[in-house]
């Protein structure tokens, strides 16, 4: 066997996500499964970094396949990566291909992951951005929002911003950077890098973030809203549109 890393890009608006699903929906993993089969002849699943949800993008996802060594494989990593961009939708490409030990896992070896969610504050909307912004047309407090992203930095207990009902034994996370980019009445971004996130985490707190730029909470109440370990006391999921997973580092 020969194995291969993948770092893919993909626009995930047209996705239900990246894993696939019974029932046949589009998927991200689905529609890289399917053309590797087309160009190797190979059935294989593909395994993923993380399981991006339902219109969430990627500028870095990590991938890792294995294809049988026979000659008849035919594929360096280049020639693969050039293979599969010909036959994959427009919405998804590989952007990088690399050969990898079979054990590589880019789920478990991952060492942080670093996600960033783009937010588009003015008063009118934006049709070039409706599939990668959060429209929020209320002017937002940019310096109370990184205050309370300074209260979330490192190793903390995020249950309050996990989706309930997720079965997941160790709820603690370290959060090595979230920083609130740009400017008000424009366009800023929210960078979150940690060694892993919970279901909709990321989205959780930036949705938390706005309402304390909208007034709505104290940045010191992030403190408080931790220590609950309650998901009520978080604010609203930010759509997931806005969210896009830039890096992997190993």
């Not at 997941?168 to 980019?181: H, I, M, Y």
């Not at 997931?240 to 997973?245: F, K, P």
């Amino acid at each position: 066997m020969i194995a291969f890393r993948l770092v893919l890009e993909y626009d995930g608006s047209d996705f239900a996500g990246w894993q696939v699903q019974a029932g046949g929906a589009r998927t991200v993993q689905g529609c890289l499964e399917a053309a590797v089969l087309r160009v190797t002849g190979q059935p294989v699943r593909v395994s993923g970094s993380g399981r991006t949800d339902a219109g969430v993008h990627a500028r870095g996802q990590v991938a890792a396949l294995a294809l049988n060594d026979a000659p008849e494989a035919g594929f360096d990593a280049r020639g693969l990566q050039r293979a599969l961009n010909g036959v994959l939708p427009p919405d998804v490409a590989v952007i990088d291909a690399a050969p990898a030990s079979l054990d590589f896992d880019p789920r478990r070896d991952a060492r942080s992951k670093l996600y960033v969610y783009s937010i588009w504050n003015a008063r009118e909307r934006s049709p070039l951005r409706v599939r990668t912004h959060w429209w929020v047309p209320q002017a937002l407090d940019l310096a109370a929002m990184s205050g309370a992203a300074r209260c979330l930095t490192g190793r903390h207990d995020f249950t309050s911003f996990q989706t309930s009902g997720t079965a997941v034994k160790n709820t603690v996370r370290t959060v090595s950077r979230l920083d609130v980019l740009g400017k008000s009445r424009g366009e800023l971004v929210i960078e979150v890098e940690g060694d892993g996130f919970l279901r909709h985490m990321v989205r959780n707190i930036v949705g938390t973030l706005v309402e304390v730029g909208r007034g709505r909470r104290t940045p010191e109440s992030m403190s408080a809203v931790l220590a609950a370990r309650d998901r009520r006391r978080a604010g609203a999921t930010a759509p997931a549109r806005g969210l896009t997973l830039v890096r992997v580092r190993y």
